[in-house]
């Protein structure tokens, strides 16, 4: 099957790529290329391809990668909406609003004393750490060699 991809070619710092028709197994680094289709620099914007002849290998069943279609959507050789080429990450969850609220509450609490207090967040859970102003200069560390050095 026949896959029309991006090629990078330039020197380092200085990407530009070629337009090129290539087995889809094949790595776009060999330079067995069936086809140079075009080139896309994207450091000026400057796109330049053959339209007819990209038209001509998608009728002939080739597939297209997602970025080059996208470049294709914006540059209206063909019509479709662009394609999310980010990494596949899942959506960032959002925090429980009573979790926040409840920290909030016991900080604004706590502060009222006149303890100092260190609110401290992990990935799984929330904690609240109170100390006394006598207890701040203590270390924490129990004396376990942690990287202070002598």
Known sequence: ???????RVGRKN???FRVI?????????????????GSYNPRTDRVELKA????????????VSDTMHNIL???KVIEGKKINVLPRK?????EDTSSTAAI???????SASGDDVQ????ADSSTVDTATSTDSGASSDGGSGGGGGE
């Open 104 to 110: 909030t509450g016991a900080t604004a609490a706590t």
């Open 90 to 94: 899942s959506p960032p969850k959002k």
């Open 52 to 63: 007819e002849r990209i038209k001509h290998w998608i009728g002939m069943g080739a597939t």
């Open 21 to 37: 028709l290539v087995e889809s197994k094949r790595a776009a680094k060999t330079g067995n290329y069936q086809e140079m289709l």
């Open 73 to 75: 959507v914006s540059q």
């Open 1 to 7: 099957m026949l896959t029309i991809r991006l090629q």
């Open 14 to 16: 200085d990407p530009s």
């Open 119 to 122: 609110v401290t967040e992990s």
